[in-house]
Nanobody
Framework: EVQLVESGGGSAQSGESLKLSCRVS????????LAWFRQAPGKEREGVAR????????LYSDPVKGRFTISQPIMKNTVYLQMNSLKPEDTAMYYC???????????????????WGQGTQVTVSS
């Protein structure tokens, strides 16, 4: 059984940084697609960043491009989301997601992913 466990959420002031971690167990992620999503109250879940484990290629949503960085150390079943220059609109529950095959969609879509973590809350105040 594949399990994803997020950590690193919390509170921050506008302009500060946070780093989220997602540990993947129960699966080999060498050929996987891993992503971070977020969902604010009353809003749909939106893709934030995605990484292809086999070659490290990444994709970011426009609202976070240039501020957030997704990474996965080689041979590690952990994916990170470094969030810099945080804004109040980044406040949301952040979820890690995975699928056991290469990334295929041109956008970061929730229906592409099979496995999800429970989420970690990020709150940014102005």
């Amino acid at each position: 059984e594949v399990q994803l466990v997020e950590s690193g959420g919390g509170s921050a002031q506008s302009g500060e940084s946070l780093k989220l971690s997602c540990r993947v167990s129960g699966a080999t992620v060498r050929r996987s697609c891993l992503a971070w999503f977020r969902q604010a109250p009353g809003k749909e879940r939106e893709g934030v960043a995605r990484i292809q484990s086999s070659d490290g290629s990444t994709l970011y949503s426009d609202p976070v491009k240039g501020r957030f960085t997704i990474s996965q150390p080689i041979m590690k079943n952990t994916v990170y989301l470094q969030m810099n220059s945080l804004k109040p609109e980044d406040t949301a529950m952040y979820y890690c997601a995975a699928k056991g095959s290469p990334c295929s969609s041109p956008t970061i879509r929730p229906d592409e992913f099979d496995f999800w973590g429970q989420g970690t809350q990020v709150t940014v105040s102005s």
